[in-house]
């Protein structure tokens, strides 16, 4: 496949992960998945864009933006970054390894945003940003939950749909 070749199977997965996050609550999002997804199968800027532009779109729909936000948004750059490293693999291992990276990563830059932000919340000391970290467990589960369970249905149907509808699609699976 070429680089810069058009993936609509991809993109249109991830449409619909995007109508999945205006309809979801709970903490219980598929963008952290969305964004993993699109690091391993779009290329370039798009993948990037992809959840910048995805949350922008859905931030105002669902309640807008907090000092928190550009953190969040960076953590999900961060997600599309790991997932580059999945484009030549399908491995269920891999992917879940990479989703469960991805979600650690969002815990622990979103909560030390939610220590350094404004109005202050918590001391501006180690115990104070311990204690943001303990505060952020309970929603932790669903975040992790999430991003397995969205990573697996994205990357599942992209597997499934690219052997049997959209085979220009199909991961070039790389041999050791």
């Known amino acids: 496949m070429h680089k810069n070749a058009a993936r609509p199977l991809a993109m249109g997965l991830i449409v619909l992960g995007a109508l999945v996050r205006v309809t979801q609550a709970l903490n219980f999002a598929p963008v952290g998945a969305l964004s993993l997804f699109a690091g391993a199968r779009l290329r370039g800027w798009q993948a990037y864009a ?42 269920p291992l891999w992917i879940g390894a990479g989703a469960l990276v991805g979600s650690v990563q969002f815990f622990l830059i979103t909560n030390f945003a939610s220590w350094l932000g404004f109005p202050q919340t918590y001391a501006r000391s180690f115990s104070g940003l311990i204690h943001s970290f303990v505060a952020g467990v309970p929603f932790y589960g669903r975040t992790l939950a999430s991003d397995l369970f969205y990573a697996g249905v994205l990357f599942g149907l992209h597997a499934w749909l690219s052997r049997t509808v959209a085979q220009r699609e199909r991961v070039a699976l790389q041999t050791a």
């Open 50 to 91: 992809l959840p910048i532009a995805l949350m922008a779109i859905t931030d105002p729909i669902l309640g807008g933006y907090s000092f928190a936000t550009p953190f969040v948004y960076a953590s999900f750059l961060i997600s599309v970054w790991i997932g580059s490293k999945l484009r030549s693999t399908e491995s």
